[in-house]
């Protein structure tokens, strides 16, 4: 009993910090210049992954969450707009069949990066370890960081 009290704490401060981007404060004139530049807009995000192999299903979940979290926040995503950028550090995936028949056991789903645009970056990290959050869930979760980065670098106002 004490063991499932145990693991279940572990899990729930593991999924506490992996939901925010890590920003990194910017010195007061380039925080002007930054915002300025992305009122009108972002590019398409570019996803480097390295020499990492991630489905073409995740990137296009990663990009989802990434233009519904932009939409909702009021950043367009045009083609004239900043260029954008995810550079993948590090990834790693479980099957769908170890995720579900072993859950935690199996190991853990996980995507961490750093986010490049208008000539500052910050980091964006999330890990799924439960049998419900999948890869699928954990490139959502990063789209997402990866927007509300953009518009708290933007001064808009996000979750």
Do not use: W
Request: net charge negative.
């Amino acid at each position: 009993m004490r063991f499932i009290s145990l693991s279940a704490i572990c899990v729930l401060l593991l999924a506490a910090c992996a939901g925010a981007p890590t920003m990194n404060p910017l010195p007061a004139d380039r925080g002007h210049d930054v915002s300025v530049a992305l009122t009108g807009g972002v590019s398409e995000l570019q996803i480097d992954t390295g020499s990492f192999d991630i489905s073409s299903e995740a990137k296009a979940d990663l990009l989802g969450a990434f233009h519904a979290e932009m939409t909702k926040i009021g950043i367009p995503v045009t083609a004239s707009g900043v260029p954008v950028a995810l550079h993948v550090s590090e990834f790693k995936t479980r099957s769908v069949a170890a995720r579900i028949l072993l859950g935690a056991l199996a190991g853990s789903d996980h995507i961490k990066g750093t986010v490049t645009v208008a000539g500052t970056d910050f980091e964006v990290a999330d890990t799924g370890v439960t049998v419900v959050s999948g890869l699928g869930v954990v490139a959502r979760n990063v789209g997402m960081q990866t927007a509300d980065g953009i518009g708290h670098l933007a001064g808009v106002a996000v979750k």
